[in-house]
């Protein structure tokens, strides 16, 4: 049976992953928890940031601008690069997003390594303004020593946080590999694509809300994302 109560859930309390990025400041340390880096184009669209859905080749050069809306309009877009990290001060599992080129040292890191899972990384801002250039840091973790929890799908995160409606997704996953990792956790890579003909249908419909989840959608989806607060 279902348990009711008639109090809120405290305040950040949510199933899902929020999405950060390099505080102006204070910095950013934490432990990666995904295999591999996950590079997307966006744009600032409408008032938000949208994923870009033109057809792009291996190198990221643009092959078919047609599907994507925002690149049809003429907005620029902009590359990030996410992975999903573990705050073992906080307890707090998330999405972490920078440029391209603050990225680079995670880049070198899993060249070197052969993944990035259990890279520690510190994020900063050296000149402490909110659109400063990001400089990351890496070490490496022992997991050994300590717990890091395996990660989330982060293409499902980011669907979830850009609010992509589930139907207009193609979601497929490869089989865990045999061996598993130094942590015990075997790596099974998603595969998400936007099917670009039902989201175009659906966004062109008179009420072109999202349809509602499916229970096991949200827990696939990684449930609720928090609202993005930054804007660098």
Not at 23 to 48: K, M, N
Not at 188 to 208: A, F, G, S, Y
Request: charged share 25%; proline share 7%; net charge neutral.
């Amino acid at each position: 049976m279902p348990t009711f109560r008639t109090t809120l859930p405290p305040e950040g309390k949510h199933m899902g992953f929020s999405l950060k990025r390099t505080p102006a400041t204070s910095g950013l340390q934490a432990t990666v928890t995904a295999e591999d880096l996950l590079v997307c184009d966006t744009h600032f669209w409408h008032g938000r940031t949208t994923p870009c859905e033109r057809t792009v080749n291996d190198e990221g050069g643009t092959i078919d601008d047609s599907p994507c809306q925002a690149c049809r309009e003429k907005i620029p877009f902009r590359t990030h690069c996410y992975v999903s990290a573990f705050d073992a001060k906080k307890q707090e599992h998330f999405i972490f997003e920078c440029t391209t080129h603050a990225a680079k040292p995670l880049a070198e890191y899993r060249d070197t390594v052969g993944t990035i899972r259990g890279c520690i990384f510190r994020a900063t801002r050296p000149k402490g303004t909110p659109n400063g250039q990001v400089a990351i840091e890496t070490a490496t973790a022992d997991l050994k020593k300590g717990h890091l929890p395996p990660a989330p799908s982060v293409m499902l995160a980011l669907a979830v946080i850009w609010r992509i409606p589930m139907p207009g997704l193609q979601i497929a996953h490869e089989k865990a590999d045999e061996n598993l990792g130094a942590d015990g956790y075997a790596v099974r890579r998603p595969h998400v694509r936007t099917k670009n003909d039902r989201l175009k249908t659906m966004r062109e419909q008179e009420d072109n809300a999202s349809e509602p989840l499916t229970m096991a959608e949200i827990l696939a989806g990684n449930g609720h994302a928090k609202t993005e607060k930054a804007t660098a």
